[in-house]
């Protein structure tokens, strides 16, 4: 019943940046951690940028210095700016959300977005 959907994504020239949002909707009890992971052509998905409850963040070292993670728990809403953008952060992003819902609250679990494309070229 819990869906996450994104938005924000799209085509942009290298140098350029993009704000990438994502929403969950339905039975939520609690959130832990949130993150972005994106997987571009021919590839894994891998880790983009993660943010714990208490605040704090991870970035992988490839975006590090170019992206900022935040939420907002109120909106239940995670957002994912991201500045001069590459031809290598071509790829589709997904957010996650670690969810408790009240059916159980104290096992959280995983729930992913469908997933956005980001594309940049020039």
């Known amino acids: 019943q819990v869906q996450l959907v994104e938005s924000g994504g799209g085509l942009v020239q290298p140098g350029g940046s993009l704000r990438l949002s994502c929403v969950a909707t339905g039975d939520i009890f609690s959130i832990s951690d949130v993150g972005w992971y994106r997987q571009a052509p021919e590839m894994q998905r891998e880790l983009a940028a993660r943010i714990f409850s208490g605040g704090t963040t991870d970035y992988a070292d490839s975006v590090k210095g170019r992206f900022t993670i935040s939420r907002d728990y109120d909106k239940n809403t995670v957002y994912l700016q991201m500045n001069s953008l590459k031809p290598e952060d071509t790829a589709v992003y997904y957010c996650?959300?670690?969810?408790?819902?009240?059916?159980?609250?104290?096992?959280?679990?995983?729930?992913w977005g469908k997933g956005i494309l980001v594309t940049v070229s020039s």
């Open positions: 996650k959300f670690g969810i408790a819902t009240s059916k159980s609250p104290w096992y959280g679990m995983d729930y």
